[in-house]
């Protein structure tokens, strides 16, 4: 097949591994798909900045997905730090408000103007988590509603605070893209291929529905980390993307 397309480019790989060994091992195997890394919490505490750095020398787009979700200026502090990283994106909770998402930028567009070459990142707002359920969001979380309707008033105060787009189950792409925009960017996790276990994810589609869905990357994890072979589970689901592209 080819990786000539643009699906590449959209699929989002979840580095979720103890240790920078394991994820270079994966890496290895993923060598010439061109796809983005995404580093998560448990890597990134494990191996710091220095990973960040060696995935961009090997030519890697990477988001680094670490939900900043503090008071605005230790935000704008650490969206400062992250962007002289030289991510291509990176995320903050929506809960956080207007004024915390605001700084988020502010600090990102901070390092781009003191750092010659830097570009800003493109900056996203997690609005719930894909294993947040009805009654999650109800009873343990206290917000009325529908998740949908939880998901869209988030990414609407993430678009009024100027961010880039935001992270959301693929069921709510087309919802967020009516009320936001169509270049209003969306990340999905919440992919499972057909077949796979949905582990502990709620809100679930396989990569070619999400496509569908119109959504502009997609984030898979164990699908391709946990499978005998690695890159034939890549290549397998960016084929589908094409496919419904």
Known sequence: MSLDGKAANRLMVALDFKTAGDA?????????????????????????????????????????????????????????????????????????????????????????????????????????LTSTDQTTLNHEIGIAGSVEQAVLNYAALAKQAGLHGVVASPLEVQAIKAACGAGFVTVTPGIRPAGSEAGDQSRVLTPGQAMEQGTDYIVVGRPITAAADPREAALQIIEEMNSHA
């Open 24 to 128: 270079r091992t994966l890496i290895q195997r993923l060598e010439g798909i061109p796809c983005y890394m995404k580093v998560g919490m448990q890597l990134y505490y494990a191996a710091g900045p220095e990973f960040v750095r060696e995935l961009k020398d090997k030519g890697y787009s990477v988001f680094l997905d670490l939900k900043m979700h503090d008071i605005p200026n230790t935000v704008k502090g650490g969206a400062d730090s992250i962007t002289r990283l030289g991510v291509d994106m990176f995320n903050v909770h929506a809960a956080g408000g207007v004024k915390m998402m605001q700084a988020a930028h502010e600090g990102a567009a901070a390092a781009v103007q003191e750092v010659s070459g830097l570009r800003l990142p493109q900056i996203i707002a997690v609005t719930q």
